[in-house]
C-alpha cells in the first residue's frame, strides 16, 4: 500500500440509502422500517456496519419517513428532498462528509443480510492500490434479474456498470450483475458526483455511473465477487419482505443448530432475532419464538408453543401450546403444560402448571403446584395487581386467585375455590356452597318433557 492511500486506511464513512419511495410495498410505513425476525431490516444493516467501527455512519432518508431517523438513532440522518436516484441520495449526505477523507461505504438500506466480512472485502477491493479509486460489490447469477450488469475490462478491472433498462440484448447476456454496494475514495467522490448526468432511461443521477466518470480521470474501479447471493437479497415488495425473511430464519436455525440445540423439524420453528438457545435444548415443531427470549440449557419446549419475552432456566420443560408472554420468569427445572398461558410471572426452582392455567402478575414460589383450571385474576378493568404464592404451596382445580393476594408458604388452596383474602401459612383455604341433591329429579323432569 502506497504512503498517498495509508491515511485512508484508519478512516472509514458509511452512508445508508434509504429514501426509496417503496410503492410496491403498499404501506404507510417506510419500507426499511419492515421486520425481518423481529428487527427493521435497516437496523440489520446497521449491525453489520456498526461492527466494522467507521468514524461516521450517515442514513439518507425521505422527507416524510420520520420514523427511520428515530430508528437509526444516534446516526446521522441526511433527507434526499427530491428521489432523483442513487447518485443524487449519495450527493444528499456530502454535507455531513465535508473534509472527510477516507473511505466512504455506500449501502442500500433494503438490502439486510449483508455481512460485515463481504464489506470488508469490498473495502479491501478499494485499497487494493494508489490507482483503485472505486470497489463494486458484484454477484454472479444464472439467471440474472433486472440488475445492472458488470461490463468489464481485459484486465479485470470495471469497465462500466449499465442498468438493466439502458442495456443492450448483449450486456443482458453478462450474468455478474451490481450489488448495489460501493466502497469509494471520500477525496475524490463530491468532484465525481458533481459530473453526474440525467441522460437514462429513468432521466435520474445514477451512482452506477461513477466507474465511468473515475476512468476518464485514470481511476480504476475494481471488482469485489460475492458467492452468496442471499446477502444480497433486497427488499422492494411483500414477497421480497417474505424471502429474505425465510433467509434470516435459516440463518438462525442454522446458528441455534450449530450452538448445541436441538430442531425437530427446523423449518417450522421461528427464531428472533435476539433470541439466546442454549445447549442440549430440544425445541419441537411449530415453536415461535418472538422477541426478548433466553432458554437455558437443557430445557424442553414441545410443539406449538408461543414465546415471546421470557427467561427459561436450565432443565425446564414447556408445552405443549403453552404460551409465555412478556415478563415470564421461570426458574430451573419449571414445568409449564400444555395450554397455559403465563404473563409478568415468576414460577421459581421446580414450579410446575401442567395444564389449562392461566399466571399473571404473579410470584409463584418454588415446588408450588398449580393445578389444571386454575387463574390468577389480576385485573379489574383499571388496575394490575400480583398474586403472591409461596414455596410447596398446592393451588387446586379450578381455583380463582383474586389479586391482590398472597397464599402462604405450604398452604393448600381446595378445589373450586375462589380466594380474596390472604392465606396462612399451611393452612386450607375452602370455599364451597352447601351440596344439595335431590333423589329422583332428573327421573321426574325427564317424563315431564316427554309428555309434551
Same mark, same amino acid.
Not at 469490498?122 to 487494493?128: T, V
Not at 465525481?192 to 443521477?205: H, P, R, S, V
Not at 448445541?260 to 425437530?264: K, N, P, Y
Given at each position: 500500500m502506497t504512503p498517498s492511500s495509508a491515511q485512508s486506511v484508519s478512516k472509514l464513512a458509511c452512508v445508508i440509502l434509504t429514501a426509496g419511495q417503496g410503492k410496491r410495498m403498499k404501506s404507510a410505513k417506510p419500507k426499511v422500517l419492515h421486520e425481518i425476525a423481529g428487527r427493521p431490516m435497516i437496523n440489520w444493516l446497521l449491525r453489520s456496519v456498526e461492527e466494522l467501527s467507521p468514524d461516521k455512519i450517515i442514513v439518507v432518508t425521505a422527507p416524510d419517513a420520520p420514523g427511520v431517523a428515530d430508528a437509526v438513532a444516534p446516526h446521522d440522518t441526511a433527507i434526499q428532498k427530491i428521489p432523483?436516484?442513487?447518485?443524487?441520495?449519495?450527493?444528499?449526505?456530502?454535507?455531513?462528509?465535508?473534509?472527510?477523507?477516507?473511505?466512504?461505504?455506500?449501502?442500500?438500506?433494503?438490502?439486510?443480510?449483508?455481512?460485515?466480512?463481504?464489506?470488508?472485502?469490498?473495502?479491501?477491493?478499494?485499497?487494493?492500490?494508489?490507482?483503485t479509486g472505486i470497489a463494486v460489490l458484484g454477484v454472479e447469477y444464472k439467471n440474472p434479474p433486472a440488475f445492472g450488469r458488470l461490463v468489464m475490462n481485459a484486465d479485470g478491472t470495471l469497465n462500466k456498470i449499465v442498468e438493466d433498462k439502458d442495456a443492450t440484448p448483449e450486456q443482458r447476456a453478462i450474468k455478474l450483475c451490481n450489488t448495489g454496494a460501493f466502497c469509494i475514495d471520500g477525496?475524490?467522490?463530491?468532484?465525481?458526483?458533481?459530473?453526474?448526468?440525467?441522460?437514462?432511461?429513468?432521466?435520474?443521477?445514477?451512482i452506477t455511473d461513477l466507474p465511468e466518470i473515475a476512468a476518464r480521470e485514470g481511476v480504476k474501479t475494481r471488482v469485489s465477487i460475492l458467492y452468496n447471493a442471499d446477502e444480497v437479497a433486497g427488499v422492494n415488495s411483500r414477497a421480497d419482505l417474505a424471502v429474505v425473511e425465510a433467509i434470516a430464519q435459516k440463518n438462525l436455525r442454522r446458528a441455534a443448530m450449530d450452538n448445541?440445540?436441538?430442531?425437530?423439524d427446523p423449518s417450522s420453528v421461528f427464531f428472533c432475532y435476539d433470541t439466546k438457545i442454549g445447549r442440549d435444548v430440544v425445541i419441537g415443531p411449530n415453536v415461535v419464538f418472538g422477541p426478548g427470549v433466553t432458554v437455558g440449557d437443557n430445557v424442553t419446549i414441545e410443539a406449538f408453543c408461543h414465546i415471546e419475552g421470557a427467561r427459561i432456566d436450565t432443565g425446564c420443560t414447556v408445552g405443549p401450546f403453552a404460551?409465555?408472554?412478556? +415478563?415470564?420468569?421461570?426458574?430451573?427445572? $419449571?414445568?409449564?403444560? %400444555?395450554?397455559?398461558?403465563?404473563? #409478568?410471572?415468576? !414460577?421459581?426452582?421446580?414450579?410446575?402448571?401442567?395444564?389449562?392455567?392461566?399466571?399473571?402478575?404473579?410470584?409463584?414460589?418454588?415446588?408450588?403446584?398449580?393445578?389444571?383450571?386454575?387463574?390468577?385474576?389480576?385485573?379489574? +378493568?383499571?388496575?394490575?395487581?400480583?398474586? $403472591?404464592?409461596?414455596? %410447596?404451596?398446592?393451588?387446586?382445580? #379450578?381455583?380463582? !386467585?383474586?389479586?391482590?393476594?398472597?397464599?402462604?408458604?405450604?398452604?393448600?388452596i381446595a378445589a373450586g375455590a375462589t380466594v380474596t383474602k390472604d392465606v396462612a401459612d399451611d393452612a386450607l383455604y375452602v370455599e364451597r356452597a352447601e351440596p344439595r341433591m335431590l333423589a329422583g329429579w332428573a327421573a321426574k323432569f325427564r317424563a315431564k318433557k316427554q309428555k309434551k
Open positions: 432523483m436516484g442513487t447518485g443524487d441520495a449519495v450527493r444528499a449526505a456530502m454535507p455531513a462528509l465535508k473534509g472527510f477523507d477516507g473511505d466512504i461505504l455506500v449501502l442500500l438500506g433494503d438490502m439486510p443480510l449483508l455481512s460485515t466480512g463481504m464489506m470488508q472485502g469490498l473495502i479491501e477491493a478499494r485499497r487494493h492500490d494508489a490507482q477525496t475524490k467522490l463530491s468532484g465525481w458526483l458533481d459530473k453526474l448526468q440525467t441522460n437514462n432511461a429513468q432521466g435520474e443521477y445514477y448445541g440445540a436441538t430442531l425437530i404460551r409465555l408472554r412478556p +415478563g415470564t420468569k421461570l426458574g430451573a427445572k $419449571v414445568k409449564i403444560g %400444555n395450554f397455559v398461558e403465563t404473563k #409478568n410471572a415468576h !414460577l421459581h426452582d421446580g414450579a410446575k402448571a401442567s395444564h389449562l392455567a392461566y399466571i399473571g402478575d404473579a410470584d409463584v414460589g418454588a415446588g408450588v403446584n398449580f393445578s389444571c383450571g386454575a387463574i390468577t385474576a389480576n385485573y379489574d +378493568g383499571f388496575e394490575k395487581f400480583k398474586t $403472591v404464592i409461596g414455596d %410447596n404451596a398446592m393451588v387446586g382445580s #379450578n381455583v380463582t !386467585l383474586v389479586a391482590p393476594v398472597t397464599i402462604g408458604k405450604g398452604a393448600y
